[in-house]
């Protein structure tokens, strides 16, 4: 008897170890096409395409055979009977959530999916250049249609946005983040109201001008310095759209440069910072597997928001950088004015990607609102057009004139992402949580970021944060760093100190 | 009966078409890992190291298996059986070589010798740093002992070296390579040594001085452009050792950059040049597949050569960039000088890498006597570096006073890469063949070069080497595109010619 009980412990306990390096092996594999992907929007020739479409689907679908084998979910079960301490018991969860999602979903369907995103990238892309939508309703369509099956596959008896949006946020309940997000509504709209009526002096030009690439490039370099990059595990490149690829051994950042825009390009310098920053500080422990993984999306936003708006937008931080921009651009705006010009609400902005951190919000709710309803069968493809610049005038006081300008502006639908664009504004909000905790533990961190002292910020976030991997779920991961449950306070806060005293706000709003 | 008979041909053109697409995974996989290695060689910050290892081990065993795979020698034997066209012959001749090499050598023994290799890399390096083979010579002796084994497990009937060349050189016998290289001894130590001898008055010092970077980039991208790179497909990064990476789509050259050595580096661009423009030639419908690579190493050194030698260090070739050096530099050599300076045979150099034309045969000759003798169990590895001295002396007139500058300045030994040097100089003697079959379907090479038009020179070998990928065997490509064997007596005739005119050779020589 005790004999077999050994043995059986044995068994279990090599079922786990072998889940580990069966998951050690698929990193590898999205390792290597995160490498591929990097390359291909930063360095690939233009010519380089038929190959390297190739390689990655290769790639992409050993790495899901690999992962939805009869032998993972066996291991899984084994595993599952076995003596696991807490961080085990968190690995084996994060393990079994990966199979399920990917072993529910038929591969031809997934296939299909990815063969219509193709297609519908391209129409995408010629009705935006022609303003036109009707060239992109009928994939849109599709791909609503498809994403509504992808859900059914994974669980039949759930509202199918619900499903979707835990690709991108497995671990907060999608009623938590509407909460969130309908409190950043009742906020914003009516403090965005009274920013335009007020006649308080912002500056709204420090950086007008030219500013040249060369110089751009050299502050972006001399800000990650400061903040704490890494150069021995990072880089950075110019890119179209800036992003960060890599992993606790090598993780790479890119920004982009606009000779008339040098705030765009530094702002996008600090966010991803913040999540390069993250994954360089996850457990190399355990490198390779789902534990070692950043937590999801929400939180890996908190970290770039949290650089960007709660340091990169902060008086503190625009002493610190001022006197570089006097030294690498015939620049001579003040401290104050650079903060004014880098946090002005903008009156007719019709563009997410160019938002205030305010509006910002109300770009998303709409998004949000506007795919939930397609996914739920409540709005019709052909009726988005007239429902996005009804929300527009609604909820910002601006009505497209154009869809380009409208609801042909975002790559992601066309991509089939639905569920993905709540998790920027979940991020923003849990930055302000985070960051707020790390006063309180620290102290003065704005005196510290005005002397370009960031050592004990790094520190907090490393501790709370990063270090866990996947470790704690959202909510949990917030608390244990908080001693708070997730709440939207602290951004409403947030927002209603700093742009109450730029703008001169009644104390009500 | 008919029917079965139709059943049967269908299951075996079946089984031909799944062994295509089996292959063109294991290729996407394979193609995977070469864009891994180029960054990791030219993009990949320091600390990268322990993911990138990983990915690559993972992405190499992932093919081993796919490769290896029953299932791979059972389509074998079934399309063996189809009724295939010469070049699905092909196709099948060149799976088959690479799944038999694979499947015959235990996974074992391949990862000992992998393992085996990092350490011995390692500790060439200290030896090499600290000049004492002593660290060096039990990991060689390892690694000599598992290469013997190695070919053993692959023909225990046939001589070990012989086994161990065809892992670079698969299409041609090793009786072949040694009688060239045999050649190769006997036409060159005399000529040398008269060289040494002659009082001819060669400039050498056309690129003495500094030479910025940045010029060299420039003229290395001038250069490029010149000979027909195709920057849509390729580009041109700095890295320690040149290389070349790629494929049809994407194949992309380093080159390296030192102020006072301007030749080098231009030279390397040219030489890489040669392997790009092979890749970026090869057969786009096939590619995937054993039949859209490159012929071996031999043949992708006589393109590299090609360029290198018969371009690059040609009167006409100085004729059309002595200008360009003027135009990037503070330099006012004449073509001539440069052309003598590029051309000069060095009195006492003892390193492969900086050898001239002529004497680096011989560099090759010492290593490839060497190993032969290492493999056989005729030499033993503690009296490599007397022998070595030995034959520089014999050889080359000169005796290294250091190992470092003797037999521990190439790394290859220290991957257990016994068998490959030679096909450097295999690829130059065939370099020499290639270019007089171009000359005498073309005509006047020179005189277009002088001009920089390398139109037919490109067109002669897409048409005669790169489009037929491994369609052809060495000595059949070689045979069809020049009517002839394969042979040394282009070569003797071209450096008895070149060096005769440039030093006042005797005719005898």
């Not at 412990?9 to 990097?38: K, P």
Request: hydrophobic share 35%; glycine share 6%.
């Amino acid at each position: 008897m005790a004999t077999d009980a050994t043995g059986e412990s044995a068994g279990t306990a090599d079922a786990y170890a072998e889940l580990v390096e069966r998951f050690e092996r698929i990193n590898g594999v999205q390792g290597a096409a995160g490498v591929l992907g990097w390359d291909q929007q930063v360095m690939m020739p233009e010519g380089g395409t038929p190959a390297r479409s190739k390689q990655l689907s290769v790639l992409s679908s050993l790495s899901h055979e690999m992962l939805t084998d009869d032998e993972t979910a066996d291991l899984l079960d084994a595993a599952a009977e076995a003596d696991l301490d807490d961080e085990q018991a968190a690995q084996l969860r994060e393990m079994r959530r990966e199979f399920e999602r990917a072993d529910a979903v038929p591969t031809a369907l997934v296939e299909e999916i990815s063969e219509t995103s193709t297609e519908a990238l391209g129409a995408w892309e010629q009705a935006r250049a022609e303003d036109d939508f009707e060239q992109f309703a009928p994939y849109l369509e599709k791909l609503v249609d498809l994403k509504r099956q992808y859900a059914e596959h994974i669980d039949p008896d759930r509202d199918a946005y619900e499903v979707l949006f835990e690709d991108y946020e497995p671990c907060l309940p999608l009623e938590q983040a509407e909460e969130i997000l309908e409190t950043l509504k009742e906020t914003l709209v009516p403090m965005i109201d009274e920013i335009r009526a007020s006649d308080a002096d912002v500056t709204t030009d420090a950086f007008a001008g030219e500013f040249p690439e060369d110089g751009q490039e050299e502050l972006s370099r001399d800000v990650l310095t400061t903040l704490g990059y890494d150069w021995e595990r990072g880089r950075l490149d110019p890119s179209t759209h800036p992003f960060t690829s890599g992993n606790v051994y090598d993780c790479r950042v890119t920004t982009r440069y606009d000779e008339t825009d040098p705030l765009g390009g530094l702002m996008a310098t600090v966010h991803e910072f913040g999540h390069a920053f993250y994954n360089l500080g996850l457990p190399e422990d355990h490198f390779g597997t789902p534990l070692g993984e950043s937590r999801d999306l929400s939180v890996h936003e908190s970290q770039s928001r949290l650089w960007e708006n709660h340091v990169g937008r902060s008086p503190a931080f625009w002493e610190l950088v001022t006197p570089k921009f006097a030294e690498y651009f015939d620049s001579d705006a003040s401290a104050r004015e650079a903060f004014e010009s880098a946090n002005q609400v903008y009156e007719d902005n019709l563009i997410r990607v160019e938002a205030d951190e305010l509006t910002y919000h109300l770009h998303i709710v709409i998004r949000f609102e506007i795919e939930r309803a397609l996914i739920s069968g409540d709005l019709d493809v052909e009726d988005v057009p007239t429902v996005w610049n009804d929300k527009y005038e609604q909820y910002l006081g601006i009505r497209p004139e154009t869809d380009t300008e409208g609801c042909l502006q975002d790559i992601h639908w066309s991509h089939g992402n639905f569920g993905y664009f709540p998790t920027y504004s979940l991020g923003s909000v849990m930055a302000s949580q985070l960051f707020n905790a790390a006063e309180d533990d620290i102290g003065n961190i704005y005196g510290k970021v005005r002397e370009g002292d960031f050592e004990d910020l790094q520190t907090w976030l490393r501790e709370e944060i990063h270090q866990h991997g996947a470790r704690y779920e959202t909510n949990e991961l917030v608390r244990e760093a908080t001693g708070e449950d997730f709440t939207a306070d602290y951004f409403v806060d947030y927002v209603r100190s700093k742009y109450g005293d730029l703008y001169d706000l009644e104390e009500s709003v």
